[in-house]
């Protein structure tokens, strides 16, 4: 998915974050994650104690197409996100082809998904993309060369093309998200993105994230 990117920017909190925010209740506090409180991290992910892992905030910095940009926006609860504006930015567009192993087939047996295998047309509908992308891509710069507004300009852009955004949400939001993103029936494309986040969290939280993903609440399928 070159040359998109998800950079983790700041991390606020840990594991012990996870652990004290829930010992407040009885006034103790621990000082190192011990095993119990690890075991106090399994139960409270088992028994859906979530608002624990809502106290560590996570910020990244993530580059993709558009047309994955709408379906991650469309986790909204614990996340707050600024983006890269057209109406500001001229700079020359990227986009996003598909490679010819990535040009799927339909598959008829379900309302949204494809199959693993690629259509047999998939080298010259590959030559297709490419070369409508670079028209569209040479008829924004003759935009702004003849004096159109950028905000103007943009509407002949594609939904392949990359945008970049900061964003910050809960240790909980990104489990919820990642979780359904994660899901084989999700896009191959997006679950490439979830894969990086998750693991980049893992790293940062390792007792609460096995936790989280072993034992937050299966989501509905994505639809889109």
Same mark, same amino acid.
């Given at each position: 998915m070159q040359p998109g990117h998800v950079k983790m920017l700041e991390v606020f909190g840990s594991d012990l974050t996870v652990v004290n925010a829930a010992r407040v209740s009885f006034a103790k506090e621990s000082a190192n994650i011990s095993a119990r409180d690890e075991g106090l991290? $399994? &139960?409270?992910? *088992? /028994?859906? /104690?979530?608002?624990?892992?809502?106290?560590?905030? !996570? #910020?990244? #910095?993530? $580059?993709?197409? !558009?047309?994955?940009?709408?379906?991650? &926006? #469309? /986790? *909204?609860v614990g996340f707050s996100r600024n983006e890269v504006s057209r109406r500001y930015v001229n700079d020359a567009p990227e986009c996003w082809v598909p490679s010819p192993e990535d040009i799927r087939e339909r598959d008829t047996n379900k309302k949204q998904g494809s199959k693993d295998t690629a259509i047999k047309e998939a080298e010259e509908i590959h030559g297709v993309l490419k070369g409508t992308t670079r028209i569209l891509e040479e008829v924004y710069e003759k935009l702004l060369v003849a004096g159109v507004a950028p905000e103007i300009a943009r509407v002949i852009l594609p939904q392949s093309m990359y945008t970049e955004f900061i964003e910050t949400g809960s240790l909980y939001g990104y489990a919820r998200l990642c979780k359904l993103r994660q899901d084989p029936q999700a896009q191959k494309e997006i679950r490439l993105y979830a894969d990086a986040v998750s693991e980049a969290l893992s790293a940062a939280f390792p007792y609460s994230w096995a936790a989280l993903m072993s034992h937050v609440s299966e989501p509905i399928h994505a639809q889109s």
């Amino acid at each position: 998915m070159q040359p998109g990117h998800v950079k983790m920017l700041e991390v606020f909190g840990s594991d012990l974050t996870v652990v004290n925010a829930a010992r407040v209740s009885f006034a103790k506090e621990s000082a190192n994650i011990s095993a119990r409180d690890e075991g106090l991290i $399994k &139960y409270l992910a *088992t /028994h859906n /104690h979530i608002s624990p892992f809502f106290h560590p905030q !996570i #910020r990244f #910095r993530l $580059k993709m197409p !558009i047309f994955i940009a709408r379906e991650w &926006y #469309r /986790h *909204t609860v614990g996340f707050s996100r600024n983006e890269v504006s057209r109406r500001y930015v001229n700079d020359a567009p990227e986009c996003w082809v598909p490679s010819p192993e990535d040009i799927r087939e339909r598959d008829t047996n379900k309302k949204q998904g494809s199959k693993d295998t690629a259509i047999k047309e998939a080298e010259e509908i590959h030559g297709v993309l490419k070369g409508t992308t670079r028209i569209l891509e040479e008829v924004y710069e003759k935009l702004l060369v003849a004096g159109v507004a950028p905000e103007i300009a943009r509407v002949i852009l594609p939904q392949s093309m990359y945008t970049e955004f900061i964003e910050t949400g809960s240790l909980y939001g990104y489990a919820r998200l990642c979780k359904l993103r994660q899901d084989p029936q999700a896009q191959k494309e997006i679950r490439l993105y979830a894969d990086a986040v998750s693991e980049a969290l893992s790293a940062a939280f390792p007792y609460s994230w096995a936790a989280l993903m072993s034992h937050v609440s299966e989501p509905i399928h994505a639809q889109s």
